[in-house]
């Protein structure tokens, strides 16, 4: 079992398990807790969640980065939990074609920082087109689409 700084806690089969002191833990599924937080934190309005996954629920671990500083030769990523097993200096993973509200989270335990671009002509926070985000070694966060065209990334751990 794992835990976050929000004081929840989960397991490997996507189980949420949020402590309640006075009826005791409550599970809820990851994709419920995750669009409580989309709500929470402002990303999309309440009620018009999440009907747009990259195949629900899906996971590819071992990915390998690929590319140097390459938008076009980064890993294409096709599944809605992503984790990046080998990353060479420079190397990126790709976003697919924005949904609004689509949510793709990645994390990375390869040796060296990650890059992840957007489709092209999208963009990733406050950053120009086609330009990637990075996420350190150990680090993992959720890509959410706010436009066909725009990701936003919230840090995770």
């Known amino acids: ?3 976050n700084k ?3 806690f989960w397991n490997l089969s996507k189980t949420v398990i949020k402590p309640n002191t006075k009826t005791g833990d409550q599970s809820i599924s990851m994709k419920e807790w ?3 937080m989309l709500v929470v934190f402002g990303v999309i309005p309440n009620n018009s ?3 747009n996954f990259v195949q629900e629920n899906s996971v590819t671990t071992g990915i390998t980065a690929a590319g140097t500083n390459s938008q076009t030769a980064a890993t294409a990523l096709t599944t809605q939990f992503n984790e990046v097993g080998t990353a060479a ?3 990126g993973v790709r976003l697919p074609v924005a949904d ?3 949510k793709i989270f990645v994390k990375n335990d390869g040796a060296n920082t990650v ?3 957007p489709a092209t002509g999208a963009t990733i926070n406050a950053l120009s087109a086609n330009a990637a985000q990075t996420i350190a070694t150990g680090k993992s966060g959720f890509f959410i689409a706010t436009s066909s065209t725009t990701w ?3 840090l995770v751990n």
Do not use: R
Request: proline fraction near 0%; aromatic fraction near 16%.
């Open 152 to 154: 936003k990334y919230i």
């Open 89 to 91: 200096a420079n190397s």
């Open 100 to 102: 609004k509200y689509m």
């Open 49 to 51: 969640c999440c009907s």
């Open 115 to 117: 890059k992840v671009y």
């Open 6 to 8: 929000l004081g929840l």
């Open 1 to 3: 079992m794992s835990t």
């Open 34 to 36: 995750f669009e409580n």
